[in-house]
């Protein structure tokens, strides 16, 4: 291969390696025995919680800001797709002594 061909191909594999996106995380946050956990929890915008109810009875995941509400029924997992960064105190609406908070990085 000729040396300028050489760098312009190590140059489009350099620019290649830059534009390939960070891998999004899956955060599990689980609900077991009216209890929240891990009761405060790190994320990232584009990351997936995995909300699992190991419960009898049914749970939320609501935001305090309005940001999101998780309905999960009992023994079941629902995903969702965190898509704004803060910090957000949610709870269980038919539990409220069931708190948690979720801080989600840019």
Known sequence: ??????????????????????HAATIQIVME????SPAEASAKVGDTVEWVNKDILAHTATAKSGDFDVTIAPKQ???SVLTKAGTVDYYCRFHPNMKAVLKIAP
């Open 33 to 36: 025995n009216l209890v929240v």
């Open 77 to 79: 997992t629902v995903k």
């Open 1 to 22: 291969m000729l040396p300028g061909r050489y760098l312009t191909t190590l140059a489009l594999f350099a620019l290649g390696a830059i534009a390939v996106p960070a």
